[in-house]
């Protein structure tokens, strides 16, 4: 079984740098990592993915990067803004009814 | 278009009592997922609808859970009796088939369960 592991529960970031959350897991076999968001008394929201054929994946502020041989990816957000304040989750896709497996979530301050 | 909708938003319960959460997905989307997050910890995953049929309920955690999707629209979870360690957060999330990687969640309903 895939186990996803965040190991930081909370990061802080000045407004303008870089933010970056890690995400490691254990099992080689999967096909996407996916990063949902999420603000408080809200579900969680997709962000952006990656699959494991690829090593990379931007989407404007966003960038996922993924090594395979650590077994790890990392999410970048440059430049971090407030309103990007929300809890992060990495989770991956798998088993036969496609269920996500998320990580316990990093709480991202970013103070202006 | 309407996202996925989830009702109550809350609810507080004494233990033994009986409650049942609903969940309308986004219209068209076959799948429907339930997930719990417990005590701010990990969001498991709890069972899986393709239309009106349960495909995969490995992650509910005992049989005072039922789950149904009458006629494959909106799907019920009925808790019965609630105990203590029930409380947390149920959220359901809804995809098309074949964009399966891309789920849509719900607000989640509060379940505490005194």
């Known amino acids: 079984d895939q186990q996803v592991k965040q190991n930081s529960p909370s990061l802080s970031v000045q407004e303008g740098r870089i933010s970056i959350l890690n995400c490691d897991y254990t099992?080689?076999?999967?096909?996407?990592f996916l990063w949902y968001k999420k603000y408080p008394a809200e579900g969680p929201t997709f962000l952006i993915s990656?699959?494991?054929?690829?090593d990379k994946n931007e989407d404007g502020r966003f960038t996922v990067f993924l090594n395979k041989s650590a077994k790890h990816l990392s999410l970048h957000i440059v430049p971090s803004q407030p309103g990007d304040s929300a809890v992060y989750f990495c989770a991956d896709i798998s088993g036969s009814a496609r269920q996500l497996t998320f990580g316990s979530g990093t709480q991202l301050t970013v103070l202006p | 278009e309407a996202g996925v909708t989830q009702f109550p938003s809350h609810s507080v319960i004494e233990k033994g009592q009986t409650v049942t959460l609903r969940c309308d997905p986004i219209s068209g989307h076959d799948n429907l997922y339930w997930y719990r997050r417990v005590m701010g910890k990990e969001i498991k995953f709890l069972l899986h609808?393709?239309?009106?049929?349960?495909?995969?309920e490995s992650g509910m955690p005992n049989n005072r859970f039922l789950a149904e999707r009458t006629g494959g629209t909106y799907s019920t979870l009925k808790v019965q009796p609630a105990e203590l360690e029930d409380s947390g957060v149920y959220f359901c999330?809804?995809?098309?088939?074949?964009?399966?990687?891309?789920?849509?969640f719900g607000p989640g309903t509060r379940l505490l369960v005194l």
């Open positions: 099992n080689s076999m999967f096909d996407y």
């Open positions: 999330a809804s995809s098309q088939d074949g964009r399966q990687e891309t789920q849509y």
């Open positions: 609808f393709v239309k009106e049929s349960k495909q995969d």
């Open positions: 990656i699959s494991s054929i690829k």
